[in-house]
């Protein structure tokens, strides 16, 4: 079973701070994605990583992958209310195979 | 509209008592799957199936049973649930005419709750 390991599980903090999140594995991954869930929905993607060392934007959202792609970071600059949620990563060892989630970042961002 | 729906969103059931919970998707996707969201444990994957007769087990297959007879359709059957199989279900899908990496289109989730 490959795992992923999320960090921070919580995070609150003040609106205009910046964040990091955390995803890691001992495995290799063909593919890592991030997700965004907001309560009573099911989860959003917002991107997808293929390859080692790629970085993607998303407006104030910078997604990472490191080099050996056995890990990933989603970094949020001057975050506001609405980023609140909860921020999942997800990587597949092999294209549609098994895919295996993180187990989440919950994200508070006061005003 | 594009969409994975699922029926029942909300179910209260007793232990013992066969149930299943259907998924469709409009989007004529070959990859299906369900997952299963616990407090602290993040999604984690049940059953998935890349095509119309085949399935593969997740991470957590153990009383869980899947069928893919058409593309469109991918009902989770719980032959006989168990309190321990309480939580909240999403069904998604991925694939399609553009390449894709996995990336998941999930649905509204339903909540399950065996007393």
């Known amino acids: 079973t490959q795992l992923l390991e999320q960090s921070p599980q919580f995070l609150s903090i003040q609106e205009g701070e910046n964040l990091t999140v955390y995803c890691n594995s001992s495995?290799?991954?063909?593919?890592l994605q991030w997700y965004r869930q907001e309560p009573g929905e099911g989860p959003v993607l917002l991107v997808t990583?293929?390859?080692?060392?790629e970085v993607k934007k998303l407006k104030r959202l910078t997604f990472q992958f490191g080099d050996a792609r056995k890990d990933s970071s989603l970094h949020i600059t001057a975050a506001q209310p609405g980023d609140t949620g909860l921020y999942l990563c997800?990587?597949?060892?092999?294209?549609?195979?098994?895919?295996?989630f993180g187990q989440g970042t919950i994200l508070t961002v006061h005003p | 509209e594009a969409q994975v729906t699922q029926n029942p969103r909300y179910l209260i059931t007793v232990t013992g008592k066969k149930l299943t919970v259907t998924c469709s998707q409009n989007m004529n996707h070959e990859y299906m799957s369900w997952y299963r969201q616990d407090p602290g444990l993040g999604l984690r994957q049940i059953y998935y199936?890349?095509?119309?007769?085949?399935?593969d087990k997740g991470d957590v297959p153990e009383g869980y049973k899947v069928s893919r007879k058409e593309k469109r359709n991918f009902p989770l059957i719980l032959e006989s649930p168990s309190p321990n199989q309480t939580s909240l279900y999403f069904c998604?899908?991925?694939?399609?005419?553009?390449?894709?990496?996995?990336?998941?289109?999930f649905g509204p989730g339903t909540r399950l709750t065996v007393l």
């Open positions: 495995s290799v991954f063909s593919s």
């Open positions: 990583v293929v390859t080692g060392g």
């Open positions: 199936s890349m095509n119309v007769e085949v399935t």
């Open positions: 998604a899908s991925s694939g399609g005419d553009i390449p894709t990496y996995n990336e998941q289109f």
């Open positions: 997800a990587g597949a060892v092999v294209s549609y195979g098994k895919l295996t």
